[in-house]
């Protein structure tokens, strides 16, 4: 593993596939001009719309977002986290959250379909139920091993809520976890940072977390505030409210200082 630069981007998606990919591709470019070599893209990335329109372009958003993302990655030579997006489940009529995560010559090198479905009645008056188009996943998210990048966790948004995914993908040696996020305005304020910092802080490794920010549609408000966290729970960037990215530096010999430090998962008992 060497030292590099990563970029957690954040954007205002909207029921608009060619319009976020557009924003998309504008907001890599500018990561790549600064250097980053490792780049994520937020939740639900290339749409973000009423659920009964991305069942009904599922199959186009599918097919043109992967797309997308390995002519990203080999047009600017990164590895690329594709955030997530929906792909269609033969015979269910409901999607998998799917992300994946491309190397510089377009080969996808994992995917994780999310397992924890955002289901909730929000303080704010909305209500969220994720599993009325999406089908969750039956798999622990992998941990790709990468030997210039470290080893990279994958997870989805409402699944940092669950410290356990977080500590398997520990347990499999993850140095870099990646949490791309469409998190609630209402939520975000009190929730996301004080989540971030502590799945980062538990497991000892960096957390990528790029983000929606804004108003996607209707009365749907998303919180921003995409982050780079170390493994002390160091807040490295944070692309605050509006459109952009969050960069910063993966340093191995950090990893290795806060992990001599603070050899917390040496410790465990259970």
Same mark, same amino acid.
């Given at each position: 593993?060497?030292?590099y ?9 909207? *029921?608009?596939?060619?319009? @976020?990919?557009?924003q ?5 470019? /500018?990561?790549?001009r600064? =250097?980053? !070599? $490792? ?7 290339s749409?973000m ?16 977002t ?7 990655a ?8 594709g955030g997530?997006f *929906?792909?269609?489940?033969? @015979?269910t ?7 994946? /995560?491309i190397?510089p010559n =377009?080969? !996808? $090198? ?8 955002f289901?909730?009645?929000?303080p704010?008056?909305?209500t ?9 996943g039956?798999?622990?998210?992998p ?5 210039t ?12 809520r669950?410290p356990e ?16 996020a469409?998190?609630t ?7 996301w ?7 980062a802080i538990?497991?000892?490794?960096y ?12 009365r ?10 170390d493994p002390w729970?160091v ?9 952009g ?7 191995p ?9 603070m ?8």
């Amino acid at each position: 593993m060497k030292s590099y630069l990563a970029a957690a981007i954040q954007l205002t998606s909207v *029921p608009d596939l060619q319009k @976020n990919l557009a924003q998309a591709e504008e907001l890599i470019d /500018l990561a790549v001009r600064q =250097g980053a !070599e $490792l780049v994520s893209l937020p939740e639900n990335f290339s749409f973000m719309g009423e659920e009964k329109d991305k069942l009904g372009q599922a199959e186009v958003i599918a097919r043109e977002t992967e797309k997308f993302l390995k002519k990203m990655a080999q047009r600017f030579q990164i590895t690329i986290l594709g955030g997530s997006f *929906p792909i269609p489940v033969d @015979n269910t009529g409901k999607v998998y959250n799917t992300t994946i /995560l491309i190397d510089p010559n =377009g080969q !996808e $090198l994992a995917r994780y379909y999310k397992v924890h479905l955002f289901d909730v009645n929000v303080p704010d008056g909305n209500t969220y139920r994720e599993s009325s188009t999406v089908l969750a996943g039956k798999q622990l998210p992998p941990v790709y091993f990468s030997e210039t990048l470290g080893n990279l966790g994958l997870s989805v948004c409402y699944d940092v809520r669950f410290p356990e995914l977080y500590r398997h993908l520990a347990d499999k040696g993850a140095d870099v976890v990646f949490i791309p996020a469409a998190f609630t305005a209402f939520t975000g304020k009190d929730h996301w940072q004080v989540l971030l910092q502590a799945r980062a802080i538990e497991n000892t490794c960096y957390i990528i977390a790029a983000a929606q920010t804004g108003t996607n549609y209707a009365r749907r408000q998303t919180h921003g505030h995409a982050m780079i966290i170390d493994p002390w729970g160091v807040i490295l960037a944070d692309a605050g409210e509006q459109p952009g990215i969050a960069i910063a530096e993966i340093k191995p010999t950090r990893l290795e200082q806060v992990r001599r430090q603070m050899p917390s998962l040496q410790h465990r008992v259970f």
